[in-house]
């Protein structure tokens, strides 16, 4: 069993396991080396060989506790049939969306599609480098996916004002997402992925009277799901008002913190295992300040069950020397 699994079923409060969101990827030199050379996003997601390639590529320079497969959460609308594609400087594009197409794909068409993904995690599960470690396959949540798939484009730039219009729509879509998240999970934890942790990237959009309908319930959903499959789940509900009563509610195995947060708060209030939590901007400032910002967390959460990670993901202007640095202060702890 992986020190991540230990902390997360067996509540160890000794291990201090890391991994890092979005780990494999743009700070690293020899994974823009490959993107130079590969500029369809998706395409380069569906090579198995390269996506294990890149998803190991953390692990060759750093002793973390995880890989997380190298895949994007979008990889669910593509395999819906909806166009996807990556702009420079722009982000995601989805193209328009027929849920009356959409609703006649069978689970064979959209396997089909995504099987690379499925035989990179078993590459990786079968890699020397995994050994030991967790293989950790992934989806984003339900209402994350909904703004994608209608809003066709990241809210960051702008969020359609009839987004809620449709309602029937939105119905109908949410739960076309239940059905293939469920089967995409399940064939994630079929190649090899011994963790799955669900990304609610724009949680943070929703207020509170929005939450059973778009958040809790489909979470909910996913959640059991993956409970019933004995594999554990970590939720990260990304800037929600309030997280004790996502994890009462959800009830994830572990939850994985944003870096608003204040992570004394958190321990005090949260029995379950915590995931992260640390601004990934310390990695952009020195090493002292970046080994007292870390040990601040491992303070805190000394004698809770307790995974180092970001509070999102690391960004790319870091240096890999700072990674580096990292999670050497983690192991020396
Ligand atoms: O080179 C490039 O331009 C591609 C950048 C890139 C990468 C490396 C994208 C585009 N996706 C990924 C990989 C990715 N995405 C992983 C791989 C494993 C890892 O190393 O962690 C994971 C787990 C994701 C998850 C993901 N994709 C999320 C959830 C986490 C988060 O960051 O909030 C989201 C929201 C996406 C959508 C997405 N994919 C890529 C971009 C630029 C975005 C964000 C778009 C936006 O700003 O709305």
């Not at 989805?94 to 069978?106: A, C, E, R």
């Not at 970046?290 to 805190?300: F, R, V």
């Amino acid at each position: 069993m992986s020190d991540i699994k230990r902390v997360i079923k067996d509540k160890r409060t000794d291990l201090n396991p890391i991994w890092i969101m979005r780990q494999a990827g743009r700070y690293l030199p020899e994974f823009r080396e490959i993107r130079k050379k590969n500029t369809d996003f998706i395409k380069l997601c569906l090579n198995s060989n390269l996506a294990a390639e890149i998803t190991l590529q953390p692990l060759k320079r750093f002793n973390l506790d995880a890989a997380i497969i190298f895949s994007d959460i979008l990889i669910l609308p593509y395999g819906l049939k909806q166009h996807v594609e990556f702009r420079k400087n722009v982000g995601p594009i989805l193209g328009d969306l027929n849920i009356d197409q959409i609703s006649k794909i069978t689970e064979n068409d959209f396997i089909k599609r995504v099987d690379p993904v499925y035989k990179a995690i078993n590459l990786v599960k079968n890699n020397e480098l995994t050994k030991n470690k967790s293989t950790i396959g992934f989806v984003g949540a339900p209402w994350t996916l909904l703004v994608y798939i209608l809003n066709k484009q990241s809210p960051k730039i702008k969020l359609k004002e009839n987004f809620f219009a449709d309602f029937s729509l939105i119905e109908k879509t949410l739960k076309m997402i239940d059905r293939f998240l469920k089967i995409h999970i399940k064939n994630q934890i079929d190649s090899g992925a011994d963790i799955i942790q669900i990304f609610d990237s724009w949680a943070g959009l929703l207020e509170d009277k929005d939450y059973n309908f778009y958040i809790y319930n489909p979470t909910c959903s996913l959640v059991e799901f993956t409970k019933s499959l004995n594999v554990p789940v970590i939720c990260f509900p990304r800037g929600i008002k309030n997280y004790k009563k996502y994890c009462e509610i959800v009830k994830p195995d572990a939850i994985c913190i944003d870096y608003e947060v204040d992570p004394i708060k958190i321990e005090k209030e949260i029995k379950i295992p915590v995931q992260g939590g640390m601004d990934p901007k310390v990695l952009l400032t020195d090493k002292d300040n970046l080994k007292k910002e870390a040990i601040k967390y491992l303070d805190i959460f000394k004698d809770h069950p307790y995974i180092f990670n970001l509070g999102h993901g690391i960004l790319p202007e870091t240096d890999p020397s700072m990674m580096d640095y990292l999670v050497k202060t983690i192991k020396d702890y």
